[in-house]
């Protein structure tokens, strides 16, 4: 049976996880990026094939868009895919009805995938335009890279985004802080960043294995007037929660400035 194609355009590190985690053989790739060693990389690892550009990509059954939001415009007016071809999209901001008017298609599908794909232990939210007929084969596809949620409202895909999709930043941005931290109080860089990462590890194998919520695996650890009641009282009379929900808020309101751009 002949071997569906892709064209990947942005060679990034998004695009980058999502097409190496599709199962080996699946697609016949093609890559094409501004920078053409990102795309001969990344195809390199693929067994598909770097292209120098636009122009030269063949027709392909999927093209993955993995170029920033700010570069759509540029992107739209510069590449016409077939219309009978679905167009996958990982870019931020960019809403379902224009890339459907940008290029012309009525097959689209948005992705929003968090960097922990790149270990198979993503999340990836997805919406689907009616005119997509072979969504599972997509969905199949991208099974390797972690949890695939479908949703049927675009307003759900920007709130996946400013929670699963940014939400690495998040906990990178804690772990950086805890490790410094510890280094402060007198452990090495290396062995306070072992430490940390371990713990975060450990804590979310622990919520992904327990019936308990997280309010209720907090509170197991949290011995009434012990060291780590003192340390939650403070995140609580600093505003650890209204902070996290302001920085949410300036995540999904950036979302909105970008689908403005983009029209």
């Given at each position: 049976m ?5 064209a ?13 985690g599709?199962?080996k ?5 093609f890559g094409?990026n ?8 990344l ?53 379902m009805d224009?890339?459907?008017?940008g ?24 919406i689907?335009?009616?005119g ?7 969905t ?7 949890l ?11 709130i ?16 950086n802080i805890?490790s410094?931290l510890?280094v ?5 860089q290396?062995?306070?960043q ?12 622990l919520?992904?294995?327990?019936s308990?919520?997280?309010r209720?695996?907090r509170?197991?650890?949290?011995s009434?007037?012990g ?17 996290v929900?302001?920085a ?7 979302a ?8």
């Amino acid at each position: 049976m002949t071997r569906k194609k892709m064209a990947i355009i942005g060679c990034g590190k998004m695009a980058s996880a999502m097409v190496l985690g599709m199962p080996k053989g699946s697609l016949e790739f093609f890559g094409y990026n501004p920078t053409l060693k990102k795309a001969q990389d990344l195809m390199a690892s693929v067994v598909g094939t770097a292209i120098p550009s636009l122009k030269d990509l063949p027709t392909c059954d999927f093209y993955l868009i993995g170029a920033k939001p700010q570069h759509f415009k540029e992107l739209a007016q510069s590449f016409s895919p077939p219309k009978e071809s679905t167009i996958i999209s990982l870019m931020a901001g960019i809403t379902m009805d224009t890339l459907m008017r940008g290029f012309n298609s009525k097959k689209v599908i948005r992705l929003m995938p968090n960097t922990p794909c790149l270990v198979g232990e993503g999340v990836v939210g997805l919406i689907a335009s009616k005119g997509v007929e072979n969504l599972s084969f997509i969905t199949d596809l991208l099974k390797n890279t972690g949890l695939v949620q479908v949703v049927d409202n675009e307003e759900l895909i920007n709130i996946i985004t400013a929670f699963t999709g940014s939400g690495p930043a998040y906990i990178f941005e804690l772990a950086n802080i805890l490790s410094d931290l510890m280094v402060e109080r007198g452990l090495d860089q290396e062995v306070a960043q072992k430490l940390i990462v371990q713990m975060i590890k450990g804590s979310g194998v622990l919520m992904s294995k327990s019936s308990e919520s997280p309010r209720a695996l907090r509170d197991n650890v949290t011995s009434k007037g012990g060291t780590t009641e003192a340390a939650l009282n403070v995140f609580k009379t600093e505003g650890l929660r209204a902070m996290v929900s302001s920085a949410i808020a300036a995540n999904l309101t950036r979302a909105k400035e970008l689908e403005g751009e983009s029209k």
